[in-house]
């Protein structure tokens, strides 16, 4: 594996980029201009990438902390479903703490 392509060992490419397609295809529905457009993909990188220079621009920093609030309560109603999704989220392997080593 290349160094340009080393990532994909512990990333999956659709939750970290989708956004950008699901923030375009809905902008495009709904009609949106440039400049809305333009915002959308702000908003969305906002959310995939946990940037500070999204979360420092106006109404973006009030919000900011929504969207993991929103990634929790989603993942707490999932669970109660009983969605089987990994639960070694702290542990060994691919978890949270050994992508970001």
């Given at each position: 594996m290349t160094a340009g392509t080393a990532f994909l060992e512990k990333w999956f490419l659709t939750p970290l980029v989708g956004c950008f397609g699901a923030a375009a295809a809905t902008s495009r529905i709904l009609g949106l201009d440039r400049k809305q457009v333009q915002n959308a993909m702000g908003i969305a990188y906002a959310q995939a990438a946990g940037s500070k220079e999204m979360g420092s621009a106006g109404i973006m920093r009030a919000i900011y902390g929504a969207f993991p609030g929103k990634a929790g309560?989603?993942?707490?109603?999932?669970?109660?479903?009983?969605?089987?999704?990994?639960?070694?989220?702290?542990?060994?392997?691919?978890?949270?703490?050994r992508i970001f080593q």
């Open positions: 309560v989603l993942s707490s109603l999932m669970a109660q479903k009983a969605l089987p999704l990994p639960n070694r989220v702290w542990r060994e392997g691919l978890a949270f703490s």
